[in-house]
């Protein structure tokens, strides 16, 4: 793993949020097929070879872009309840740049947005409920646990796309509570036993 003293990262950290800031600029303004690895070096005005050394193609940066916020909302503990601090600042990211997520969640979502932000957010709750509640996988006349989470996930995108529709009608604290509080009552109602 190459090692950066503190100048450097700093730059690299600049470069990379210069670069992601035009991938969410182009993909509002082109949609995310039609925008190419040229326009987003253009928008950040960086070298084509600088973004070659941070990033394979406009896939693998809207791919670390996506890992960031999940890290975000992992380290704010968005899963749990009374713990909504991540989700909380995914919505202030959302709130700062809503055209990029209405390409994403809209009703005029760019198809491959959509499917890796929901696949993205997928992945995320199966992971944590596989650690969580283990013993969730072994009943066979439930069904299995992907599907459930993947029922979950597939509400909190919808829940997301209508507050985007709606123009953010509440703020990123209130949506958040409210978000948080519908993936518990669906994660508990998908996760009690059968009688």
């Not at 470069?15 to 303004?29: D, H, S, V």
Request: one cysteine or more; glycine letters at 6%; aromatic letters at 10%.
């Amino acid at each position: 793993m190459q090692k950066f003293d503190g100048a450097t990262d700093l730059r690299v950290r600049r470069t990379r949020k210069l670069l992601q800031q035009a991938l969410i600029e182009g993909a509002i303004e082109k949609g995310f097929a039609a925008l190419t690895v040229r326009d987003i070096t253009e928008r950040a005005m960086v070298n084509r070879s600088t973004f070659y050394h941070h990033y394979l193609d406009k896939y693998d940066l809207l791919e670390q872009h996506l890992n960031e916020i999940y890290e975000m909302l992992e380290e704010g503990g968005v899963i749990g309840k009374g713990r909504n601090a991540g989700l909380v600042e995914l919505l202030k990211q959302i709130q700062r740049f809503p055209d990029f997520y209405r390409v994403m969640l809209g009703p005029q979502a760019d198809a491959f947005l959509s499917q890796r932000f929901r696949q993205q957010t997928q992945q995320r709750y199966l992971a944590y409920f596989h650690q969580t509640f283990p013993e969730a996988t072994s009943d066979p006349d439930r069904p299995p646990l992907d599907l459930k989470f993947t029922t979950v996930a597939s509400a909190a995108c919808s829940a997301l796309a209508w507050w985007l529709e709606q123009e953010l009608p509440s703020p990123p604290e209130q949506f958040g509570h409210w978000l948080q509080q519908l993936i518990s009552d669906i994660s508990a109602s998908i996760l009690k036993p059968q009688q």
